[in-house]
């Protein structure tokens, strides 16, 4: 059974930090690229961060560059996502993912193309 599990969400002060783990067991995690999207009440869900298999190939979009940065450790089946610099506009749950991936340095940030989701983790920043 696939279970995908993130933690260290909470509330945090606008320009905080908060760093975010996400265990995943039951599947080759090393087959997998990685990632972290965001949904805010009323929003759509967005990719916040996507990792190849091999951790070498990363995305970020414009909004959260050079605050944020994605990291995995193979032999944890851990994927972490350090956030810095906080904002307000942040705030939104943070789910996990998992996609099977044929290529080490391959990514896919789209939410439709995820295999496995965690259940979330809320992020609040205070202004």
């Known amino acids: 059974q696939v279970q995908v599990v993130e933690s260290g969400g909470g509330l945090v002060q606008a320009g905080g930090s908060l760093r975010l783990s996400c265990t995943a067991s039951?599947?080759?995690?090393?087959?997998?690229?990685m990632g972290w999207f965001r949904q805010a009440p009323g929003k759509e869900r967005e990719a916040v961060s996507c990792?190849?298999?091999?951790?070498?190939?990363?995305y970020y979009p414009n909004s959260v560059k050079g605050r944020f940065s994605i990291s995995r450790d193979n032999t944890k089946n851990t994927l972490y996502l350090q956030m810095s610099s906080l904002k307000p506009e942040d705030t939104a749950m943070y789910y996990c993912?998992?996609?099977?991936?044929?290529?080490?340095?391959?990514?896919?940030?789209?939410?439709?193309?995820?295999?496995?989701w965690g259940q979330g983790t809320q992020v609040t920043v205070s202004s």
């Open positions: 993912a998992a996609r099977k991936s044929s290529t080490l340095g391959g990514i896919s940030c789209r939410s439709d193309a995820v295999d496995y």
């Open positions: 039951g599947l080759p995690f090393n087959d997998y690229s």
């Open positions: 990792i190849s298999r091999s951790g070498l190939s990363t």
